[in-house]
């Protein structure tokens, strides 16, 4: 196939087929992410997403997973997903899960009948840009919705069988605010029962709005230093806060890709290990506080003091 873009997806997705419906994102207006600024949007036709299914039915191809890209699929039509429900069925009878990336808008605006049916035709697991749970963080990066809206959209696919996958970012709220983001953040997972967690600790890359805010002052940055310190606790009350003795638990993945850091795990299972892991980088950065990551001018991590 012909794709277009850098690819996203969740890394829970790394073993399906990923089945691009859409180039772009359907929103592009959250101040922090440069993934599709350089990409006009549009829906892909369906003969064209039919060719794409019919190369891998011909080559052999029977993923029993399949991720529907890019940016926020699960926004468009629901006659458009539908159709593409029944080629990927009928091609591959066998597929047993469809996820894919959704807005918090994109769910609001589609009815119970819409939601079942989207549901009862395959769609598994909507991973959602959460980000933050303050609200003062989500208007200022222009997420497009309140914490009580997110709140409302994942009650509703949860009562339709289909699974809310968050991410996250460590740093969004800025410098100094990192214990007050992650106990609002892990508050937000656990009362909507998170199937799993990706925590992109945030850079700030040149091409975004978020760049502007950071060169005019209106934005000060977390540090690398503090967004590990977040991070664990974040985990910390997260796990504090699980019904352990139901069996509730959450895959959990973190990229700081700035340091080159990555955990993973099962909470509350491997919270100990991830703990340890943190607390080593912890102390590994205790010295080089003032580090943020900030991508500019030749498109590479540089490091930078703020303070």
Known sequence: MDYEGRICRAPMERSAYKLP??????????????????????IIPINEVEADLKKVYDAGGNPRKIFLGDGSAFA?????????????????????????????????????????????NGVKHLYIGLESGLEDVLKFMNKGNTVSQLKEAVSRILKYGMFFDAHI??????????????????????????????????????????YDDL?????????EYENLVEEKHLIETICKD?????????????????????????????????IESLNKKIDEYDSKKSIVAVIDHEHKFEMKSVY
């Not at 419906?21 to 990409?39: E, R, T």
């Not at 091609?91 to 549901?119: A, H, Q, W």
């Not at 983001?181 to 799993?196: G, I, K, R």
């Not at 060169?215 to 540090?223: K, L, M, T, V, Y």
Request: overall charge negative; some cysteine; hydrophobic content about 40%.
């Open 76 to 120: 468009l039509d629901t006659d458009y997903l539908l159709q593409i429900l029944e080629l990927i069925h009928h091609y591959f009878p066998e597929c047993c899960e469809i996820n894919m990336n959704s807005t918090v808008t994109g769910i609001l605006k589609k009815s119970d009948d819409e939601l079942r049916l989207l549901s009862e």
């Open 21 to 42: 419906i859409m180039v772009g994102c359907i929103y592009n207006k959250c101040k922090f992410c440069d993934l599709f600024k350089d990409l006009k949007f549009r």
């Open 169 to 210: 970012m460590t740093g969004s709220a800025g410098h100094s605010r990192g214990y007050a983001n992650a106990e609002a953040t892990a508050a937000v997972l656990t009362e909507l029962h998170a199937s799993s967690v990706t925590n992109f600790s945030m850079f700030i890359h040149e091409v975004t709005p978020l």
């Open 242 to 274: 699980m019904d352990i003795a139901s069996g509730e638990h959450i895959k959990y993945e973190g990229f700081h890709d700035y340091i080159a850091f990555h955990i993973w795990g099962t909470l509350p299972q491997d919270k100990e290990k991830i």
């Open 215 to 223: 060169r005019n002052g209106s934005f000060n940055p977390a540090s």
